[in-house]
């Protein structure tokens, strides 16, 4: 079992939870290397603010539904690591995909940073309506000074091969990375019913 009764009961009582150190390492060297490949790529090609193909509507600092353009991040996101982790904490047989985002902060851009959100504020289900879960790959140790996550206005010191999973109702933030080095986080979304927004997914996660 990935989840034991402690952390679902901290899950559902706080509406976040630490997996430590579960991320097999074949997997987590393939998030690290396309999550930083992707991000350059936005960088080097000057693409924020010009039309995306899947995701959001326009290029970012974040790449959404990264797996179409990494294909091998499909190993990731598709994991059936994963599928355990969302039919646990969804509590339902049949999750579905939504969103698997790619959050690279690479040392250089004092800007990239989050002011307190929840996930679900963006789109159709602003209400929680639909329970999410976004399970947050630790790509890199994240510290205070990279620009960790704060949730219940604590800094979420944790170590790289870790997935912190944030209910979609949960307010989080986080700052900019000042350390020079890259710090990556690959954000996988589920939901217990399908999501209908114009190119993310909503199919079953079979």
């Not at 990494?70 to 999750?95: D, G, Q, R, S």
């Not at 289900?125 to 790509?139: D, K, R």
């Amino acid at each position: 079992m990935l989840i034991n009764q402690a952390k679902l009961q901290h899950y559902n009582e706080h509406g976040w939870v630490i997996l430590e150190d579960i991320i097999p390492s074949d997997l987590l060297s393939i998030a690290k290397e396309k999550g930083q490949k992707l991000r350059r790529w936005i960088q080097e090609n000057n693409l924020q603010g010009t039309p995306a193909p899947y995701g959001a509507n326009e290029h970012w600092n974040g790449i959404g539904c990264a797996m179409m353009y990494e294909k091998e991040l499909e190993k990731c996101y598709l994991a059936p690591f994963m599928k355990e982790i969302a039919v646990t904490l969804l509590n339902t047989p049949t999750p579905y995909l939504f969103n698997d985002q790619i959050v690279y902060k690479m040392g250089d851009d004092p800007d990239f940073f989050f002011e307190p959100h929840y996930d679900n504020q963006y789109g159709p289900n602003i209400n929680n309506e639909i329970h999410t879960v976004n399970c947050s790959w630790i790509l890199d140790d994240h510290t205070i000074e990279n620009g960790c996550m704060w949730i219940d206005n604590q800094p979420i010191i944790v170590s790289e091969g870790s997935i912190v999973c944030i209910r979609g109702d949960t307010i989080h933030q986080s700052s900019a990375n000042l350390t020079g080095v890259p710090r990556g986080l690959y954000a996988c979304v589920y939901t217990e019913k399908p999501i209908e927004l114009d190119n993310f997914y909503g199919q079953l996660f079979t």
